[in-house]
Antibody, heavy 119, light 109 residues
């Protein structure tokens, strides 16, 4: 059973960058069969998939159109973790952010991080 | 954009009742449909994937059905521990997108 442990700040100022990390145990970020995702949840937008990274002989990433251009999801093979960076945040980006593992579905989730965008 | 519409948005039923939640996709012919349970203050949990396959460890009172654009989650005998919000989620390829329904809140009467 894969376990995911999130870390990162809960408060980010408008126009700055939101950065979160998800540490993996029970699998490898370089697995040829897993995909590593970021999802957020807010009262206004519900559950929203943001992006993912995965390894299939080389690294790939996919991003939601709603955040494309502002988002980067990167693997860190030395620490067996992956990260989320969301640039130029606004109060609309206030949400609980989750990391999750899965290709078509999300089988295991991190504990969630409430990120508030406020000055 | 693909839209996922769940109904009802909330329901109240008695212990032992049969509960049905529906999810309709605005487009898509695949059966890449999952159901999640989120208890208050908790992380979403995968219940069913590929429209009808029960995730390991999920009680057999939960079942899923449907194909194409119309899907159903059924709880055949509602239990107090089933109080939660239930979400459907669909995957579509080209480019890959994952879309969630708005949720159905289930309460005990």
């Amino acid at each position: 059973q894969v376990q995911l442990q999130q870390s990162g700040p809960g408060l980010v100022k408008p126009s700055q960058t939101l950065s979160l990390t998800c540490a993996i145990s029970g699998d490898s970020v370089s697995s040829n069969s897993a995909a590593w995702n970021w999802i957020r949840q807010s009262p206004s937008r519900g559950l929203e998939w943001l992006g993912r990274t995965y390894y299939r002989s080389k690294w790939y990433s996919d991003y939601a159109l709603s955040v494309k251009g502002r988002i980067t999801v990167n693997p860190d093979t030395s620490k067996n973790q992956f990260s989320l960076q969301l640039n130029s945040v606004t109060p609309e980006d206030t949400a609980v952010y989750y990391c999750a593992v899965g290709n078509l579905y999300f089988e295991s989730w991190g504990q969630g991080t409430l990120v508030t965008v406020s000055s | 954009d693909i839209q996922m519409t769940q109904s009802p948005s909330s329901l109240s039923a008695s212990v032992g009742d049969r509960v049905t939640i529906t999810c309709r996709a605005s487009q898509g012919m695949s059966d890449y449909l999952a159901w999640y349970q989120q208890k208050p203050g908790r992380v979403p949990k995968l219940l069913i994937y590929a429209a009808s396959i029960l995730q390991s460890g999920v009680p057999s009172r939960f079942s899923g059905s449907g194909s194409g654009t119309d899907f159903t989650l059924t709880i055949i005998s509602l239990q107090p521990e089933d109080v939660a919000t239930y979400y459907c989620q669909k995957y579509n390829s080209g480019p890959p997108t994952w879309t969630f329904g708005q949720g159905t809140k289930v309460e005990i009467k």
